[in-house]
């Protein structure tokens, strides 16, 4: 059985920083590339980044880009996501996700990937 357990959120103040990990279990599992959502209340579940293991090619939405950077462990089951100039806007859940092929169509939608976490939860206060 496959597991992605998230950690490493918190409340910071606007400004600050935060860096989740992921970390993947499993004897089966194999993964093309892994992700990051979020999800704020009454909103629906967004793209924040993705890796693609091989080469190493990261993607970032617009709204993090330039703040937020994705970055893998070598044993490519672990993810980071290293969160600066925080902002409230950025208060959410994120989810971490990994696909297990190519995605179909893009890494930005949610429905390309296999397996996700729980979630961990991020507050940013103003």
């Known amino acids: 059985q496959v597991q992605l357990v998230e950690s490493g959120g918190g409340l910071v103040q606007a400004g600050g920083s935060l860096r989740l990990s992921c970390a993947a279990s499993?004897?089966?599992?194999?993964?093309?590339?892994m992700a990051w959502f979020r999800q704020a209340p009454g909103k629906e579940r967004e793209f924040v980044a993705a890796?693609?293991?091989?080469?190493?090619?990261?993607y970032y939405a617009d709204s993090v880009k330039g703040r937020f950077t994705i970055s893998g462990g070598n044993a490519k089951n672990t993810v980071y996501l290293q969160m600066n100039s925080l902002k409230p806007e950025d208060t959410a859940v994120y989810y971490c996700?990994?696909?297990?092929?190519?995605?179909?169509?893009?890494?930005?939608?949610?429905?390309?990937?296999?397996?996700w976490g729980q979630g961990t939860q991020v507050s940013v206060s103003s």
């Open positions: 996700a990994s696909i297990r092929a190519s995605w179909s169509t893009s890494y930005y939608y949610s429905r390309e990937y296999d397996y």
């Open positions: 499993g004897r089966t599992f194999s993964s093309y590339a």
């Open positions: 890796i693609r293991w091989s080469g190493g090619r990261t």
